[in-house]
């Protein structure tokens, strides 16, 4: 076969290689831009695991890699002026330069040709090859030249970041640090790849890299700035930069690349060209190397060139889907970082660790016991006021609120049953209820409980607005308190425009096929639609609305509910009040979030007026509307329960949207 990779980084070289390894016949050429010392970027992180994936591969090329790693085991966290350190991490370092040169030497040993300082203008110069590769990385013209075919999709990240070097040793510990400025907070991802240096990726926020005046430095102003901002860490070492051919000042937003199809023709897309992982997770050259040795061998199992392109874009997809989903989570932590930079060292450390989803509590039992003992000590005392003998999982201490005690922290979540007649719970109820409540779960809810019958979502909805209702729950609340000591909270909702509607197994949120009664909301606007126009509530209508769910909270109370959650989320009437989407009113109830949110707050005040004082409540929110910028988004739902928090409400329960 005759093949030519076009970009010769990590993943070209090493596809090269195992093409010859597997057949020395190939004819293999590298045609690559930069000459074979240059190298923009520093180190690059391998895991054990990849490194053992490599041997297999070519126990050579592993070896002199192996021979030239930097390990450390220890993740160092600095915040706040202390610096938490946890084991068990185990990573390797090598420079990207020193990778480059021991695939270089090796392609070169099995006879791979490479042609350096060559600049690939388009694939039409290698008409003559049975198989392209289009490994010239994250800004790949050939994938950018057929973005159509290969469904590229690019989501440019929030945060700045600007990948560095230095001499300043971080030789036994990855190492992350936190600075606050006037404008944000800045940090450091920094470890160590050769004897003498280390990687050091700076990264902030977009406002913080504008109030610091960056986008106004070019390289070494920037550089210089940051050796002054970050001097305590780098310890009197300059920060290096080898980035020269970037314009401006090398800071970056991440491109996260994903691409729908993966091959076109005898063209195929290899690493960073057809994906990335963020760098926080420090997976993108074992991605791009696995890839080639999965390319390899399909081309040699496989009865065709088609039929080892669709193998290899299936298995590396789901192999670089599940990396990308943990990337993501780490990207985000990293944009969010603001949320948590106020916690504890340790709760901050913790959720640093744990931020990929891909390391779990136990996982870090696994890697270092002592430190997660500490941590699970810590959250014990804030959790008790007493330092533990033996500490338990944060999930299994007790919480208190106002007179309530919850023996752990588990919850079971609302979950509308759809099988009372007339708004009564029935035995249904008391064997659902009653058999969650034995379960272990410390507390348990009720479905949404709605307080008129126009405010149930479907006729199979619970209520609580008869006589025969209190009753009914009286009985359920009876066994749960009896039995187990599960506290139960009942979550008190009306349906507004999202009511009317057919049992969840007979067609969610479809309005009945008959017998549907009017709906109400806070504009005529329909949930979707199929589903009725509401009729705009007036000041009497919301009053009324008030007293229906104060009558309801006092028969809660009454009937011995420990909580009480008032439901303002997922469409029905208090969310379709706080999101623009359904509130178009024009007096003092819609426009502003302040406004939005006023008839919300006004019946929780009335609802707290009746409820028991050392009872508490909570409130759900919806955190999203999955109508992008139109709806409600993370960010608003922080500063709602912000204000929820403010006016006294106990817990809020935030639902994913
Ligand atoms: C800040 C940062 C930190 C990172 N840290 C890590 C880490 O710790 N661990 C890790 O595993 N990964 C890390 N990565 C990712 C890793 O560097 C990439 O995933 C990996 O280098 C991708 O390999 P590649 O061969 O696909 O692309 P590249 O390494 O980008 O190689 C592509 C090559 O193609 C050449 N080329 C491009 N266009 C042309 C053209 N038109 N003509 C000729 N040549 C061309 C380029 O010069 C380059 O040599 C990091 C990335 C960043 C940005
Ligand atoms: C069958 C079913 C019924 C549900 N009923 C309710 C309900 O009555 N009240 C409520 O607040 N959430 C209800 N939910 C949502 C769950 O409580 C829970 O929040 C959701 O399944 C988890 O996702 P989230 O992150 O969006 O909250 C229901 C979910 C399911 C699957």
Same mark, same amino acid.
Request: proline share 4%; hydrophobic share 40%.
């Given at each position: 076969?005759?093949?030519?990779?076009?970009?010769?980084?990590?993943?070209?070289?090493?596809? *090269?290689?195992?093409?010859?390894?597997?057949?020395? /016949?190939?004819?293999?050429?590298?045609?690559?831009?930069?000459?074979?010392?240059?190298?923009?970027?520093?180190?690059?992180?391998?895991s054990d695991e990849t490194l053992e994936n490599l041997r297999r591969n070519d126990a050579v090329s592993a070896r002199a890699i192996k021979e030239s790693f930097?390990?450390?085991?220890?993740? +160092?966290?600095?915040?706040?002026?202390?610096?938490?350190?946890?084991?068990?991490?185990?990573?390797?370092?090598?420079?990207?330069?020193?990778?480059? $040169?021991?695939?270089?030497?090796?392609?070169? %040993?099995?006879?791979? %040709?490479?042609?350096?300082?060559?600049?690939?203008?388009?694939?039409?110069?290698?008409?003559?090859?049975?198989?392209?590769?289009?490994?010239?990385?994250?800004?790949?013209?050939?994938?950018?030249?057929?973005?159509?075919?290969?469904?590229?999709?690019?989501?440019?990240?929030?945060?700045?970041?600007?990948?560095?070097?230095?001499?300043?040793?971080?030789?036994?510990?990855?190492?992350?640090?936190?600075?606050?400025?006037?404008?944000?907070?800045?940090?450091?991802?920094?470890?160590?790849?050769?004897?003498?240096?280390?990687?050091?990726?700076?990264?902030?926020?977009?406002?913080?890299?504008?109030? #610091?005046?960056?986008?106004?430095?070019?390289?070494?102003?920037?550089?210089?700035?940051?050796?002054?901002?970050?001097?305590?860490?780098?310890?009197?070492?300059?920060?290096?930069?080898?980035?020269?051919?970037?314009?401006? @000042?090398?800071?970056? $937003?991440?491109?996260?690349?994903?691409?729908?199809?993966?091959?076109?023709?005898?063209?195929?897309?290899?690493?960073?060209?057809?994906?990335?992982?963020?760098?926080?997770?420090? /997976?993108?050259?074992?991605?791009?190397?696995?890839?080639?040795?999965?390319?390899?061998?399909?081309?040699?199992?496989?009865?065709?060139?088609?039929?080892?392109?669709?193998?290899?874009?299936?298995?590396?997809?789901?192999?670089?889907?599940?990396?990308?989903?943990?990337?993501?989570? /780490?990207?985000?932590?990293?944009?969010?970082?603001?949320?948590?930079?106020?916690?504890?060292?340790?709760?901050?450390?913790?959720?640093?660790?744990?931020?990929?989803?891909?390391?779990?509590?136990?996982?870090?039992? !696994?890697?270092?016991?002592?430190?997660?003992?500490?941590?699970?000590?810590?959250?014990?005392?804030?959790?008790?006021?007493?330092?533990?003998? @033996?500490?338990?999982?944060?999930?299994?201490?007790?919480?208190?609120?106002?007179?309530?005690?919850?023996?752990?922290?588990?919850?079971?979540?609302?979950?509308?049953?759809?099988?009372?007649?007339?708004?009564?719970?029935?035995?249904?109820? #008391?064997?659902?209820?009653?058999?969650? /409540?034995?379960?272990?779960?410390?507390?348990?809810?009720?479905?949404?409980?709605?307080? @008129?019958?126009?405010?149930?979502?479907?006729?199979?909805?619970?209520?609580?607005?008869?006589?025969?209702? %209190?009753?009914?729950?009286?009985?359920?609340?009876?066994?749960?308190?009896? $039995?187990?000591?599960?506290?139960?909270?009942?979550?008190?909702?009306?349906?507004?425009?999202?009511?009317?509607?057919?049992?969840?197994?007979?067609?969610?949120?479809?309005?009945?096929?008959?017998?549907?009664?009017?709906?109400?909301?806070?504009?005529?606007?329909?949930?979707?639609?199929?589903?009725?126009?509401?009729?705009?509530?007036?000041?009497?209508?919301?009053?009324?609305?008030?007293?229906?769910?104060?009558?309801?909270?006092?028969?809660?109370?009454?009937?011995?509910?420990?909580?009480?959650?008032?439901?303002?989320?997922?469409?029905?009437? !208090?969310?379709?009040?706080?999101?623009?989407?359904? $509130?178009?009113?024009?007096?003092?109830?819609?426009?502003?979030? %302040?406004?939005?949110?006023?008839?919300?707050?006004?019946?929780?005040?009335?609802?707290?007026?009746?409820?028991?004082?050392?009872?508490?409540?909570?409130?759900?929110?919806?955190?999203?509307?999955?109508?992008? +910028?139109?709806?409600?988004?993370?960010?608003?739902?922080?500063?709602?329960?912000?204000?929820?928090? *403010?006016?006294?409400? +106990?817990?809020?329960?935030?639902?994913?949207?």
């Amino acid at each position: 076969m005759k093949i030519v990779c076009l970009g010769g980084g990590p993943a070209g070289l090493y596809f *090269a290689i195992s093409m010859k390894l597997h057949d020395p /016949s190939h004819q293999v050429t590298v045609v690559e831009r930069n000459r074979p010392d240059d190298t923009f970027g520093w180190g690059v992180v391998l895991s054990d695991e990849t490194l053992e994936n490599l041997r297999r591969n070519d126990a050579v090329s592993a070896r002199a890699i192996k021979e030239s790693f930097a390990y450390w085991d220890y993740i +160092d966290v600095r915040i706040h002026g202390r610096s938490l350190r946890s084991g068990g991490h185990g990573f390797c370092g090598i420079g990207r330069k020193k990778l480059l $040169n021991i695939l270089q030497d090796r392609a070169a %040993e099995l006879g791979v %040709e490479m042609v350096f300082q060559t600049e690939v203008e388009g694939v039409e110069a290698y008409a003559d090859a049975d198989l392209i590769v289009a490994s010239d990385g994250i800004n790949s013209k050939t994938r950018e030249r057929y973005a159509d075919v290969f469904q590229r999709e690019i989501d440019i990240r929030k945060n700045k970041f600007i990948w560095l070097g230095t001499h300043r040793k971080f030789d036994d510990a990855f190492t992350f640090t936190f600075k606050h400025t006037d404008h944000g907070w800045i940090w450091a991802h920094a470890y160590q790849f050769d004897t003498d240096t280390a990687t050091f990726i700076v990264e902030c926020s977009e406002a913080t890299w504008a109030g #610091l005046g960056f986008d106004a430095m070019d390289q070494d102003v920037t550089i210089a700035a940051l050796e002054k901002l970050l001097a305590d860490d780098l310890g009197g070492h300059a920060l290096m930069s080898n980035a020269r051919h970037l314009r401006g @000042s090398a800071w970056l $937003n991440f491109p996260r690349v994903l691409c729908g199809k993966w091959s076109h023709g005898n063209i195929v897309l290899m690493g960073d060209a057809a994906h990335t992982a963020h760098f926080s997770i420090g /997976s993108g050259t074992k991605l791009v190397m696995e890839d080639a040795i999965q390319l390899a061998e399909f081309l040699h199992v496989e009865p065709s060139l088609e039929a080892a392109f669709d193998r290899y874009e299936d298995e590396r997809r789901v192999e670089v889907l599940r990396l990308q989903s943990t990337a993501r989570n /780490s990207t985000e932590w990293f944009e969010d970082i603001e949320r948590y930079v106020d916690l504890d060292p340790v709760q901050f450390t913790y959720g640093l660790l744990t931020r990929s989803q891909r390391v779990s509590h136990e996982n870090l039992r !696994l890697r270092d016991k002592y430190w997660l003992e500490m941590a699970e000590a810590w959250f014990e005392e804030q959790a008790t006021g007493r330092q533990p003998f @033996s500490p338990r999982p944060p999930m299994f201490t007790p919480f208190e609120l106002r007179g309530l005690r919850l023996e752990n922290r588990v919850v079971v979540s609302p979950m509308d049953q759809c099988s009372a007649r007339d708004g009564t719970p029935d035995k249904w109820h #008391l064997v659902h209820y009653g058999s969650r /409540s034995l379960g272990g779960a410390a507390l348990v809810y009720t479905e949404m409980t709605c307080v @008129s019958p126009e405010g149930r979502i479907t006729p199979g909805c619970t209520g609580m607005y008869a006589p025969e209702h %209190e009753a009914a729950w009286r009985e359920v609340v009876d066994f749960v308190h009896a $039995n187990g000591t599960a506290k139960f909270a009942i979550q008190l909702g009306h349906s507004g425009p999202k009511g009317s509607t057919k049992l969840m197994w007979d067609g969610m949120d479809e309005p009945l096929v008959e017998g549907n009664w009017p709906v109400m909301g806070p504009s005529p606007v329909p949930w979707s639609p199929e589903n009725q126009v509401p009729h705009e509530m007036t000041r009497a209508d919301m009053e009324q609305v008030t007293q229906q769910f104060v009558r309801a909270a006092e028969m809660s109370a009454r009937a011995g509910f420990d909580v009480l959650e008032l439901h303002y989320a997922h469409g029905y009437l !208090l969310s379709a009040f706080v999101t623009p989407v359904t $509130n178009k009113r024009t007096d003092e109830y819609g426009g502003s979030l %302040e406004n939005r949110m006023r008839y919300p707050i006004e019946l929780f005040h009335a609802v707290r007026a009746v409820w028991p004082d050392d009872k508490p409540i909570s409130v759900r929110i919806s955190s999203h509307d999955w109508v992008g +910028d139109a709806g409600i988004q993370p960010q608003d739902a922080v500063g709602i329960a912000e204000m929820l928090n *403010a006016e006294g409400v +106990d817990i809020v329960d935030v639902s994913a949207g």
